[in-house]
């Protein structure tokens, strides 16, 4: 219980910074921004807007992530705000999880909203059925077929919302991982290097290759260490699936959307759990 009020205090606070409301202002704008794609093709437009709004998704949701999460202890702490809470009668274990479930309850409200906007775009786009560039303007511009438009749009809804929830337990390791950092370093270092082990952990692929490299030891060792000890980010990308659902794939999209939501979670278990052994020893 002690927890979740401390998760809810921090989703009040995080909700009241102004540079959240900013990335989320900034997102909405690129989002209005990628409309503006009419000179494509109506199956053009909808491919290239889903994997741009996708990645604005993704790229603003770790800003907000990673900017949320470095403040959450070192906040209490300058204010010394800490000191009258962990006089009560409340465990350290629960605050330090009240503040990272209060920094995910945050990220998750921002990435919600953008998807919502997101939906609603995409369900817009799905009245017009798509069409090739062969296609003449007399049979785009026939009337609409609402049947046809809600199944279209129910699809794309669909896809977004997969795609929006396999994002979001992307961002909770992000959210983790800065959490504990905060224990050691200051926000400025903190937003620095959870930044650098987001890219590399959604560079995998790139890491994997230079440790199977003989020639320089060195960089394969480094190379190694980096793949088994970072979380691999790379594999929460299903944007092939999102932007062209019609090719056919071995695996159900919605299973491996929960085997690597899965791994999200426990991947940020491990990291908490490290992060509660620490803050139990540390002096503040």
Do not use: C
């Not at 998760?7 to 409301?21: E, F, H, I, Q």
């Not at 900017?67 to 000191?83: D, G, K, M, W």
């Not at 330090?96 to 909203?113: E, H, I, P, R, S």
């Not at 994997?208 to 260490?225: H, Q, Y």
Request: charged share 10%; net charge positive.
């Amino acid at each position: 219980m002690n927890t979740w009020e401390i998760a809810r205090n921090t989703l009040g606070d995080s909700l009241r910074k102004r540079v959240l409301l900013i990335f989320l202002l900034l997102a909405f704008v690129m989002l209005a921004l990628a409309l503006l794609l009419n000179y494509f093709t109506q199956r053009e437009q909808s491919t290239i807007f889903k994997s741009t709004q996708l990645v604005i998704i993704l790229i603003f949701g770790a800003l907000i992530a990673i900017t949320t999460a470095v403040f959450l202890i070192p906040n209490e702490i300058e204010r010394r705000t800490i000191y009258s809470i962990l006089s009560k009668p409340i465990q350290r274990w629960e605050f330090f999880l009240g503040k990272f479930l209060g920094g995910a309850m945050t990220v998750g409200v921002m990435v919600g909203l953008m998807t919502l906007a997101l939906m609603l775009v995409v369900f817009v786009l799905a009245a017009k059925p798509p069409t090739s560039a062969t296609v003449n303007m007399e049979t785009q511009q026939q009337a609409v077929n609402v049947g046809q438009w809600m199944q279209r749009g129910s699809a794309e809804i669909m896809l977004v919302l997969r795609a929006s929830l396999v994002i979001f337990f992307q961002l909770v390791i992000v959210t983790a991982i800065a959490t504990t950092l905060s224990l050691f370093l200051s926000p400025t270092v903190n937003f620095s290097i959870t930044a650098f082990i987001w890219i590399v952990g959604s560079l995998q692929w790139l890491v994997s290759a230079l440790s199977s490299r003989n020639d320089f030891p060195l960089t394969s060792w480094i190379a190694k260490i980096f793949y088994y000890l970072l979380p691999h980010f790379h594999d929460f990308n299903i944007m092939g699936s999102i932007v062209h659902p019609e090719v056919p794939v071995k695996v159900n999209h919605w299973i491996y959307a929960a085997e690597v939501s899965t791994y999200g979670v426990a991947y940020a278990m491990m990291v908490l759990l490290a992060g509660v052994l620490v803050f139990d020893r540390k002096e503040v």
